[in-house]
């Protein structure tokens, strides 16, 4: 799908706009005041609130809205998500795991603060998705929808265990492109298509909408893994904010490192293809489609 | 109240069978095959099936029985209670943190494998919980409930602020007694209190009971933590299975450094009073009941 240049900014505020919304909300979220120790909160926000894309929640907002309800009741859901997504960035950037220092263009949250409070940070951000979940979703049986997909998306099975098999992948067998796809899956897939089911639910989706947003987010999360191996080939850490050229001297398991740097952008090519694919169904003239397409779209031209 | 010795052995059996079931329980739920890589699920399983004295999840599944419902209703969220208590544990036992080698009578969970394992264990853990919580509580108007019970209790306000201020407490001006005991309310109390109202909400309990449980847990919370500051004073290593003395050299504000030993066991005899008196509506000849009003007061005697 080809945009025009008008059309393109209109796709672009429109993202702005979600984005400041869900940061507004993550502030609110999180203004604990004496309720929580400054020690806690402080890195809570300073890594929640730092300058992320958060595509994820976006993610979230726009399924409600082709689903059929207006974004706001998808917020909480939105930032639930993006605290999940936030507090293992924290934990994974820890010395013990990738040993990072550089974040969104910002010191990682143990070098800003220190070990134990990345530790605790994380900790509670990962709780307080599911009470944000718990408490700000309506009505209560949509929020019980809610509780029961996200949970597993991050859990042992999930996320965890998809970082789980990042860090010792050596351990289980020589490595294959399927094993890879599995790790992503987990690691990176997972989330996204959490955040799709839920802004589905919140948003009222058909049985057949609630599909075909699946099998958006299955592509669309491998189309977003393979770019972002690409961008730690081939990218720069002005621009992307964050450390590159580490999966390689660390040994990690890549696309580019399977596929070269070629074969894997013919890759990201296809998925991007195939999700928009999948959103054939809610085609029309609205901001909200033509934003998700675009964003899709947007992965294969990816600086940071 | 005193129990003969047959009904002291009768008490000791009982909680011994529940004990059995919960422990039970936590194998089965993360029997995980082939979906979770071991290098994940075995600092799990090491650290969750370790010889724990379960009390938490007791505790939640003697408040669903004297509610009246029976406890295999409330087994998923008592062992939701201890996956949330372990993983705490595990993390609090981290270098950055306590930096504990012992804990129930094994090595810690970063000393058996190592520290990135035993963050991922942790997070996977708390994760899980919720999982367990959101599938294996029935109806699901009740498992909404228990999941807008339990986030909150481990959540940047409670559980995890708790920890936070136990690290940091010097940044929170002059210690008190009173702040003393809103941490140790924060890092113990809230969970004890979360697993006696899921129990007492899966039991069906009224309004009255509910509010006598939580008045009960509110007190047994601080006569536990009384009684546990007074076992790393007191206590020995091989009957604990954690290090003992470990607070005073850390610097850690505790009941005997405010109090004194001996006022320290006042306080928690007191606690312990008030606590079995909140009970007083429950009374009955029941095993149930006994077993509750047994185990507050073993508080007294504990070794471990």
């Not at 909300?25 to 120790?37: A, H, I, M, V, W």
């Not at 718990?134 to 009505?139: E, G, R, Y």
């Not at 690691?187 to 089911?197: F, N, P, Q």
């Not at 621009?239 to 074969?263: A, H, I």
Request: contains cysteine; aromatic residues 8%; proline residues 4%.
């Amino acid at each position: 799908m080809i945009f025009s240049d008008r059309e393109q900014q209109e796709i672009l505020g429109y993202l702005d706009l979600l984005r400041g919304e869900i940061n507004a909300k993550l502030d609110e979220y999180t203004n604990f005041g004496s309720r929580c120790p400054k020690s806690l909160s402080e890195p809570m926000r300073y890594s929640l609130l730092s300058p992320g894309k958060r595509f994820r929640p976006i993610l979230t907002l726009l399924a409600c809205e082709l689903s059929g309800r207006t974004r706001h009741h998808a917020l909480p859901a939105a930032c639930a998500i993006e605290m999940i997504h936030t507090y293992s960035l924290i934990h994974d950037d820890l010395p013990a795991l990738d040993n990072d220092d550089l974040r969104r263009g910002q010191l990682t949250c143990h070098i800003k603060y220190d070990e134990s409070s990345a530790i605790l940070a994380g900790d509670a951000l990962q709780c307080y998705a599911f009470e944000v979940l718990s408490k700000h979703v309506f009505p209560k049986d949509t929020a019980g929808r809610c509780v029961a997909v996200l949970p597993e998306a991050c859990g042992p099975c999930e996320l965890v265990g998809g970082q789980a098999d990042d860090m010792a992948w050596k351990e289980s067998g020589p490595p294959s492109l399927e094993f890879l796809e599995s790790i992503h899956h987990r690691k990176t897939g997972s989330m996204i298509l959490a955040g799709l089911r839920m802004g589905a639910i919140i948003g009222g989706a058909s049985h057949l909408q609630y599909e075909k947003l699946e099998e958006y987010g299955r592509n669309y999360g491998l189309a977003f893994q393979i770019t972002d191996d690409l961008l730690d080939w081939v990218g720069d850490e002005e621009t992307t904010g964050k450390r590159v050229r580490k999966d390689k001297s660390q040994g990690k398991l890549t696309f580019p490192t399977f596929l070269g740097v070629e074969e894997s952008r013919n890759r990201a090519h296809e998925k991007v293809k195939t999700a928009c694919d999948a959103l054939d169904m809610f085609k029309s003239d609205s901001i909200v489609y033509k934003s998700l397409v675009g964003m899709t779209q947007h992965l294969l031209d990816r600086r940071k």
